[in-house]
């Protein structure tokens, strides 16, 4: 199994029950495919550096998964569909990722 890191930006214009409902559809999409879901933040609404489809701002979401490398395609063909994603983005992370996302991590719990 292969660690990933996706970070996507929903449309703005969203209602909180609707964007609670787009993260846990994906969610949900991942685990009955076999991911592992390792970490899931919200980043919450912010401001764009460009436009993205005459919007300014969007709602920012990251989720880190251990997947088998086949279901990516398939998760990245939901987002195109979907018109609620503005943005994607999917990364393969090594070991070095990895352990600075657990360091990020404990620092975040740290704060709180």
Request: without cysteine; charged residues 35%.
């Amino acid at each position: 199994m292969n660690h990933y890191e996706t970070v996507f930006i929903l449309n703005p214009v969203l209602s909180e029950t609707q964007i609670k409902e787009t993260v846990k559809k994906y969610e949900d999409f991942l685990v009955s495919r076999g991911a592992k879901m390792v970490s899931k933040e919200d980043w919450g609404l912010k401001k764009l550096a460009y436009p993205i489809q005459n919007k300014k701002s969007g709602f920012y979401h990251l989720f880190e998964y251990q997947v088998e490398g086949e279901v990516i395609e398939p998760l990245e063909v939901e987002f195109r569909r979907d018109e609620r994603f503005m943005r994607y983005l999917t990364v393969a992370m090594d070991k070095h990722a990895v352990a600075w996302a657990e360091r990020r991590r404990e620092k975040l719990k740290q704060k709180a």
